[in-house]
């Protein structure tokens, strides 16, 4: 079935202010995967644009649909750059484009194409796929509703919240990346612990690895000895990037030749703010008299390319789910440094694969940065533990099957409901 392209809308998913859950180092709600998924699904997001939930929803499908099942994606916004990743996009991307904030038509829109989808689940991301999923879902009547969490200890909209209790009964169950996120949907939205399973994030451990030479590396002008940091994110609040320049100010007394990328750039249209974010941080760089040392390089096609011109990366997030960045720089050799958020300190087992510090610690954090720094062999055999670690823990074949193993267990219960 050929994409039904409507007009642009962009979404926002209601992001602000925070106070972070202790991370544990146990995952709750998870199911034991078992035989593989034969089912249709479609996955149900706002947009394609560089982020790290359109990158796990096009690593996902690529993964189910080289089994027995089928996955198509549908967007609600014709904004896809990350389509060129998602494998037979022609025949299985589907954009159902919202007409405005407000477009009730986009409902009976999405029914249709689950149903010439046959679709047994649609599995939604981000706010406004998260409602027209649940409506859609109940409109086209046998399709099993899976909702998602990615982030943990926001603030949401008010309209958000209200959309999100009216259709409250409307949902089968919840995947959440995190048990902070888990913990966040029990706390503030009242829903009954069996039905939010925890499946942290994948990555593609093929596409990810570490390469012989960085062409980008090449392309910024670095030669060989220059050590270089990076923190690959968007430009929004919850990131945190002042902690970030901070940490290279201190850094740089000790390293003082290092170089600082900032990868990614502001959101689709400005959404969020992140435009007024985005300069902001620019202007902080300035005011700290870092622009030689900091270099801004916006969202990168080959960002495989990118980690690998990187001898360390940091995330300095205010909150997180499972950070994508986390897992994509350790999959390429390449070691992290983050602050301790939501499940970092699972992801990033401290001394191990990398480094967790304390929240807007940059003392801490530019201690751990110039340790890694400072110590090539000792940076090298991290990182080569961290790619050991995220393939055995955190591949997309993993995420695919225990993301199936829920699709499972809902279908089950609803068959016995029946």
């Not at 009216?166 to 706390?187: K, P, V």
């Amino acid at each position: 079935m050929g994409a039904v392209v409507q007009h642009r809308e962009g979404t926002d998913d209601g992001e602000c202010e925070a106070t972070p859950d202790a991370p544990e180092s146990t995952v709750e709600g998870v199911l034991t995967p078992g035989e593989p998924f034969r089912g249709r699904v479609v996955l149900l997001i706002s947009n394609l644009e560089y982020g790290g939930a359109q990158r796990q929803v096009v690593g996902l499908a690529n993964h189910l649909n080289a089994g027995e099942g089928r996955a198509d994606v549908v967007t609600l916004s014709d904004y896809v750059p990350l389509a060129s990743a998602l494998d037979g996009a022609s025949n299985r991307l589907h954009v159902v484009a919202k007409r405005g904030k407000f477009d009730v038509s986009v409902i009976p829109r999405l029914a249709r194409v689950l149903r010439e989808c046959e679709t047994d689940v649609v599995h939604s991301f981000l706010i406004d796929a998260e409602i027209a999923g649940r409506l859609a879902g109940r409109m086209s009547g046998r399709v099993a509703v899976i909702g998602s969490e990615r982030n943990t200890d926001y603030r949401r909209r008010f309209r958000h919240w209200l959309a999100l209790r009216a259709t409250g009964g409307m949902f089968d169950a919840i995947i959440a990346n995190s048990n902070a996120g888990r913990r966040f949907q029990m706390r503030t939205m009242g829903i009954a612990a069996d039905r939010i399973f925890v499946v942290h994030n994948g990555v593609d451990v093929d596409r990810f690895s570490r390469r012989a030479e960085s062409r980008f590396r090449s392309a910024l002008g670095l030669d060989g000895p220059a050590k270089v940091v990076g923190m690959f994110c968007s430009f929004k609040r919850q990131k945190n990037h002042a902690m970030y320049f901070r940490m290279a100010q201190r850094v740089l007394e000790r390293q003082p030749g290092a170089v600082f990328l900032c990868v990614g750039s502001q959101l689709h249209g400005g959404i969020q703010a992140s435009d007024v974010y985005q300069r902001r941080m620019r202007d902080m760089v300035d005011e700290l008299k870092l622009a030689e040392a900091v270099r801004f390089v916006g969202n990168q096609d080959d960002v495989v390319d990118a980690y690998n011109a990187c001898d360390l990366t940091v995330l300095t997030s205010e909150r997180e789910g499972t950070p994508n960045v986390l897992l994509e720089s350790m999959a390429c050799e390449v070691p992290v440094v983050a602050t301790d958020v939501a499940d970092n300190a699972i992801v990033v087992p401290d001394g191990r694969v990398g480094y967790v510090v304390p929240l807007d610690d940059d003392g801490a954090m530019a201690d751990r940065v110039s340790l890694l720094l400072g110590d090539d062999d000792g940076r090298r055999g991290m990182g080569e533990a961290a790619r050991e670690w995220v393939s055995r823990e955190f591949s997309m074949a993993a995420l695919a099957a225990k993301t199936t193993a829920v699709y499972d267990e809902v279908l089950a219960r609803r068959a016995r409901v029946r």
